[in-house]
């Protein structure tokens, strides 16, 4: 005879996990759907890398020049006044080996590629390669179709918002709440409206700027300059057995910046650049870093030119481009 005893304690647990399941459910769905809400609505603002990876979609079979960097290439570098046609792969913190990923993940698509721009500013050499975890390993996947996990990737590595939930609540609160960003993309990529900072809230007055704290950062680390400069080695043997020209740039800086350098760190950086000019003869040295044509007027803070000052150094670009052929 059954023991009911025990059909009856089996029969409770049936319902309570039933019971539980169904809290799970309630509980869940919501959650699921504001977060679909959130990464809609993300997805929907008009950003710099959705923006590249619609150019690089459009064009990648006519796209003779690529730039790679950090920042300093991204604000300094204005397609618009470039007669190739290009593309800015470039972005905020963005160091060597996550420019090498793009530059070999895009090679197949960019089938007219002819010169690859490589940045080696003051500290290139000094602070770490992005890690695995980069946030924006999500954007490069969701809007490039480069992988730069350094692992496969899943269904949820296409997903924006939770690669930096601080970051994208901002922006979703300034686009749809606070009547849009002061942004204006062109179809490059680049903002044509990126004054706002130090320089612009002092009025571009030079007196005021040189009194002002300058934020330097960098630290000498013989490990990492040993590490760095070996990995940019690889780069370059990669771009000569592609038969890629290579242009090597150091974008302008403010001379408040420049007096402040680390004579340590600009001597070590500027002695393995000689040895790249002895071991590679055709690569072109594009270096502003002195270039006083370059005025308050055309920076947005120390290191980072502002849309004036982009326009004056894509077009000095323009002309060496122009030369290599």
């Given amino acids: 005879m059954p023991d009911q005893k025990k059909n009856l304690s089996i029969s409770s647990f049936k319902k309570d ?19 679909a809400v959130l990464e809609y609505s993300v997805q929907k603002i008009p950003t710099t890398y959705k923006t590249v990876g619609k150019y690089l979609d459009n064009n990648a079979p006519d796209i003779e020049v690529a730039f790679f960097g950090s920042s300093q290439i991204k604000n300094s570098v204005n397609p618009a006044f470039i007669d190739k046609n290009s593309i800015n792969l470039s972005s905020t913190s963005q160091h060597h080996n996550t420019d090498f990923k793009l530059l070999k993940q895009t090679r197949d698509r960019l089938s007219n590629l002819k010169v690859v ?59 749809y709440f606070k009547g849009g960003t002061s942004q204006v993309i062109n179809e490059y990529g680049f903002d044509e409206n990126n004054f706002k900072g130090k320089f612009k809230r002092l009025k571009y007055n030079d007196s005021l700027l040189l009194k002002s704290k300058v934020v330097m950062g960098w630290r000498v680390n013989e490990n990492r300059f040993y590490h760095n400069v070996d990995y940019f080695y690889k780069m370059l043997e990669y771009c000569k057995k592609e038969g890629f020209k290579v242009v090597i ?40 870093e002195n270039d006083t044509s370059f005025t308050a007027k055309h920076y947005k803070n120390e290191n980072h030119l502002n849309p004036d000052g982009a326009k004056l150094f894509s077009k000095k670009l323009n002309k060496i481009l122009n030369d290599l052929d």
Wanted: with cysteine; hydrophobic share 40%.
């Fill in 117 to 175: 721009i490589l940045e080696i500013s003051y500290g290139h050499f000094e602070f770490p390669h992005n890690t695995k975890y980069f946030w924006k390993n999500n954007l490069f996947l969701k809007y490039y179709d480069v992988n730069t996990f350094e692992r496969t990737t899943y269904f949820k590595d296409r997903l924006i918002f939770l690669s930096r939930p601080g970051y994208f609540s901002k922006l979703l609160i300034d686009h």
């Fill in 17 to 35: 996990i039933l019971h539980f399941t169904k809290i799970c459910i309630l509980f869940f769905i919501p959650v699921i759907l504001v977060y």
């Fill in 249 to 288: 740039c150091s974008t302008p800086i403010f001379k408040s910046y420049r007096d402040q350098r680390n004579p340590i760190i600009v001597n070590r950086r500027d002695s393995i650049i000689n040895v790249f000019k002895k071991e590679y003869p055709d690569i072109v040295f594009f270096n502003l």
